[in-house]
């Protein structure tokens, strides 16, 4: 090769090497977009910004909480994986996550009046290479019994379905609801407890499935107050309309069965337990509830092995469901102070999968508690009754839980007052406020700072 051929194939290799590279794509702009929820802690009154406010928080132009709260405090904005757990350490702080990653610990602002959780107007919005997860709503409502000046009300109504015709729509919307029924639907035996056996019409059935009522808990002091035969009677009659019923059954085993509903977007579990007695339990062959014996009602100390059995049931539906809801009916009548065997079987439940633990029987609302990601709810007060000799008895609150299969979002009270006709409504302001305070004053932290 001569020279000159030698020095062109050099420049040739020189200029090759020095080639500016080809330029690297440009990354896909994310695809999805979710809720910003901002959290604050339960100590802290409700929020509601409206959309420009928001945004300045989120752009960190507010340092205080003066033009949120009229308190002069210092405000922290908090972002990171870790701030839902800074709103609980310090109530100064802000946490602002996906509404898809929130927790019952936290209370959400509300942004123009709408829900991060609920609206899908909600207008404050990030960019996600994630779509938003899918939740569900499920409602869990209390002591509802159809008969004695109940259902001589409907009788004369005509219209077996009338006292459900406030809070209808709101189960209805639910993705599940499930109510606890303190009524036989025969009264084809000996009444049991006198002038306090409760039997209603089989027509309410048709009222209660208009209300969007999906699974019905039987695990009570009422189910047996005309016999065996009417209890059977009742679960047929239940099923054949359509309903999951739990908590009791035609024997122990049967008695022991959760009910799960799958809505779609997620699996949800009931397991429901008696330690109130008057119905018998279930026996091998017998039909009953699922029976703990425990404090007061039925025994001076818990029974453990119900306890154990009751431990494993769960454990088991724990596998097999995205959101697992215990449903116990124990406890004291008339006061808002849940009893020391409550709180015990509520950490079994709690320790052994359940998800959410929502108590009945007293008549009142009770305390709230927090077992790590659970919430236990002590007793939702009557839900449909004729019990107008006291204020307390004639309030409770429904519990909407918003879950997703990954977590629980949150657990909301639902504040109502039954009326003259038997008939829960809902309520705000200051009636809603001081059923809140009942629950409240018998909570444990976070929930001993306010219920919303």
Same mark, same amino acid.
């Given at each position: 090769m001569t020279r000159l051929a030698l020095l062109v194939t050099l420049v040739a290799l020189l200029a090759g090497c020095t080639s500016a590279p080809e330029p690297a794509p440009s990354p896909e702009p994310p695809s999805h977009r979710l809720p910003l929820a901002i959290a604050t802690s339960l100590s802290r009154p409700p929020l509601d910004l409206d959309a420009a406010e928001a945004r300045r928080l989120v752009a960190g132009e507010i340092e205080t909480w003066e033009p949120l709260s009229g308190q002069d405090e210092p405000l922290r904005v908090v972002r990171t994986d870790e701030a839902l757990d800074a709103v609980l350490a310090d109530d100064t702080a802000v946490a602002l996550v996906p509404a898809d990653r929130v927790r019952p610990t936290v209370?959400?602002?509300? #942004? /123009?009046?709408?829900?991060?959780? /609920?609206?899908? /107007?909600?207008?404050?919005?990030?960019?996600s290479e994630r779509p938003l997860t899918p939740h569900a709503r499920v409602l869990v409502g209390g002591d509802v019994m159809l008969g004695r000046r109940v259902g001589a009300y409907l009788a004369r109504r005509g219209d077996l379905g009338a006292v459900w015709g406030d809070i209808g729509s709101v189960l209805a919307d639910a993705d599940v609801a499930f109510v606890n029924l303190e009524s036989t639907l025969s009264t084809a035996g000996p009444p049991q407890q006198g002038g306090d056996s409760f039997g209603a019409d089989p027509g309410v059935l048709a009222g209660m499935r208009a209300a969007g009522i999906d699974v019905v808990g039987l695990a009570n002091n009422h189910l047996g107050d005309f016999g065996a035969e009417p209890m059977l009677t009742t679960f047929r009659l239940l099923r054949e309309a359509g309903f999951a019923v739990v908590g009791a059954g035609e024997d122990r085993a049967r008695a022991r069965e959760p009910a799960i509903v799958d809505t779609g977007s997620l699996r949800v579990g009931f397991y429901a337990t008696d330690s109130i007695g008057e119905t018998p339990a279930a026996g091998p062959a017998s039909p009953g509830t699922n029976r703990i014996d425990a404090p007061p009602r039925t025994g001076p100390a818990i029974d453990q092995e119900a306890l154990r059995r009751a431990v494993e049931d769960i454990g088991d539906l724990a596998g097999r469901v995205d959101l697992l809801v215990v449903v116990p009916h124990w406890g004291t =009548?008339?006061?808002? #102070?849940?009893? +020391?065997? =409550?709180?015990?079987? @509520?950490?079994?439940?709690? /320790? @052994?999968?359940?998800? *959410? *633990? #929502?108590?009945? $029987? +007293? $008549? &009142? *609302? =009770?305390? &709230?508690? =927090?077992h790590d990601d659970a919430t236990v709810v002590h007793s939702l007060g009557n839900l449909v009754f004729d019990m107008d000799f006291m204020r307390e008895t004639q309030e409770g609150i429904l519990v909407e839980i918003i879950a997703t299969p990954v977590q629980v979002l949150d657990v909301r009270p639902l504040p109502y007052v039954i009326d003259e006709t038997f008939t829960p409504r809902l309520v705000e302001g200051e009636r809603a406020a001081a059923i809140l305070e009942l629950a409240r004053r018998a909570s444990s932290p976070p929930f001993d700072a306010g219920l919303r």
């Open positions: 209370r959400l602002a509300t #942004v /123009d009046g709408l829900d991060p959780l /609920d609206d899908e /107007d909600y207008p404050l919005t990030i960019p =009548q008339y006061t808002n #102070v849940p009893e +020391p065997s =409550q709180r015990e079987m @509520a950490r079994a439940f709690t /320790d @052994a999968g359940a998800d *959410v *633990v #929502v108590g009945g $029987h +007293p $008549h &009142w *609302v =009770q305390g &709230w508690e =927090q």
